[in-house]
């Protein structure tokens, strides 16, 4: 019995000895990477731990194979063409069809970002219609009235 007891003994202190190290070192780094991040660890949440929060513009148009100049035409066009590019992508990864669902995550993620994408730039281009139509003079018939 006594030579098990020792054997134990042998295995038992270095890990514990090797933990009693390693865990406020690990420790003192968290606290450190916390401060560097500073406010941006605090917008971040739970999303900046587990990774990017958010796609890239670049990085959708490579996933759904489409340049800048495709979206960046405007109309409906565009909208088609992303939908045409979602539905062939996200078809193709079906899981019941023996694909990704990380791939087809990332598809989807990528016509959500691209549709964002145009939402905001019609928004855009609508305000600036706005402002011109507002600097505009008056027309000589309206000067009439």
């Known amino acids: 019995m006594a030579p098990i007891g020792r054997i134990l003994a042998q ?15 690990a ?10 991040g500073g406010a941006d660890a605090a917008k971040g949440g739970a999303a900046s731990a587990f990774g990017k929060a958010k796609m890239s513009l670049d990085e959708a148009l ?13 109309g409906p066009a565009t909208v088609e063409t992303i939908q045409k590019q979602y539905d062939k992508y996200f078809a193709a990864n079906d ?9 087809q995550s990332k598809v989807y993620r990528a016509k959500e970002l691209l549709d964002e994408y145009q939402k905001e730039k019609r928004m855009e281009e ?16 309206e000067k009439k009235e």
Do not use: M
Request: without cysteine; positive net charge; charged residues 15%.
């Open 126 to 141: 609508q305000q600036q219609s706005e402002q011109q139509q507002q600097q505009q003079p008056p027309s000589s018939e």
């Open 27 to 36: 420790y003192a780094q968290a606290v450190q990477n916390a401060k560097k």
């Open 62 to 74: 490579l996933v759904l194979n489409l340049t800048k100049a495709d979206i960046q035409k405007g």
């Open 95 to 103: 899981i019941s069809k023996g694909g990704s669902f990380y791939l």
């Open 11 to 25: 295995i038992i202190v270095p890990i514990v000895a090797t933990l009693a190290r390693a865990v406020p070192a």
